[in-house]
């Protein structure tokens, strides 16, 4: 009880110090100068969030809260900067399912309620030294890595315990060209301190990135090996080489086009049990105009019949892909195909709400061995700023063909970061 107490007023503290009442000198959060040399920067992200799940035979309400606390020391001579920073998750309303896994023995393992995974926890989620000019950086320790869209490898911010990677990366800049490694032993998951095994998995994950800017467009290449140590993870042990076209392009002092291309081939690797071969394409075409941003789209995410294996992206933020309802975060043994199109609107002269924005998206989607109609979705969301705290209504509704069971979701979100 008393550890819960200690979480509530860690939570409430940054909340209080954004109020005018307590406002300094300089804003709260700014790094503060510790010498001539040193800068002391701190941490400060609360979250406080209500997720209602409703499926035909389940249902969830959870409120939780999350605070990250932490602090930032750099050294501008040296280069070098120090980073420390802890997570915790506090469930206040635990009517729901953290494991979509087995787990014996776990509390937070709660069946008869939908899966909600924001698990009760205390974690350490990053702590890492850096070295870094302009042309060149190098991180070691556990980090956020968020690579282009993170459709292959990003921290999953959408989750109250976020991902990260106990790692070595290197990134160069040479004029146009931009070069991105990474080599890390462990991947710490989203499902926290009480996740027993799952908590995080070792392995060889290797990242490698290549870009170059061509004009208003820029082109990448990019290799992805996961190669997991625990059996259970021995299935999405892969390797994954591709390429990426992003851009936009004025075609009017009005209108934009914003284009984006990938095409990507999946392998096993390492004791994956089965052998395959799939595809990803990826083709999405937007325009923007006064605020507003048309976004169509086609994502394939293909599969090996033979093997009755599909392309998986276990490293992705994948919240942000295929839906928000979260069907497809494990690709279907039968591949995925997601038809979208989506409406955005930014209304930055609403001075009373600052930030505002609008989405509405809708997705068809189906298997890419014989094209079944999986089922289709509507995902909408309204967010902007009252003060320091920022103000999320989210809402997703999958209506079921021949792939899972209907499910809507709502959630209401505040969030402030210094």
Known sequence: MKSRILAAA????????????????????????????????????????????????????????????????????????????????????????????????????????????????IDLNRLQVQYKTKAFALTVGRQRINLDDQRFVGSVGWRQNEQTFDAVRAEASLGPVTL?????????????SEAGPRRSMDGDFVFLNAGAKLGPITAKAFSYMIDYDEAFAFANSSQTYGARLAGSVPLSKAVKLNVLASYARQMDLGQNPANYEADYVLGEVGLSSMGFTLTGGYELLGADKAAGKSFQTPLATLHKFNGWADLFLT?????????????????????SLPGLNATVAYHEFRSDIGSTKFGTEWDASLGFKVRNVGLLLKYADYNAKAFGADKSILWLQAEVAF
């Open 10 to 121: 860690l939570l409430a503290s940054p909340v209080a110090l954004a109020h005018p009442a307590f406002a300094a000198e300089k804003p709260f959060g700014a790094p503060v100068p510790v010498s001539e040399d040193i800068t002391f920067d701190p941490i400060i992200a609360a979250r406080l969030r209500y997720e209602a799940v409703d499926q035909p035979t389940l249902d969830a309400d959870a409120v939780t809260a999350r605070l990250r606390a932490g602090f930032e020391i750099k050294h501008a001579p040296s280069h070098l900067s120090f980073l420390v920073e802890a997570e915790g998750t506090l469930g206040l309303q635990n009517d729901y399912n953290a494991f979509p896994f087995p787990l014996p023995g776990a509390s937070q393992r709660r069946p008869g309620f939908s899966v909600v995974p924001d698990g009760e926890s």
């Open 331 to 351: 690709t279907p043994a039968a591949g995925l195909e997601d038809y979208y199109l989506s409406l955005a609107k930014v209304l930055p002269k609403v001075k």
């Open 180 to 192: 991105d490694g990474t080599y890390a032993i462990q991947q710490d998951s989203i499902f926290g």
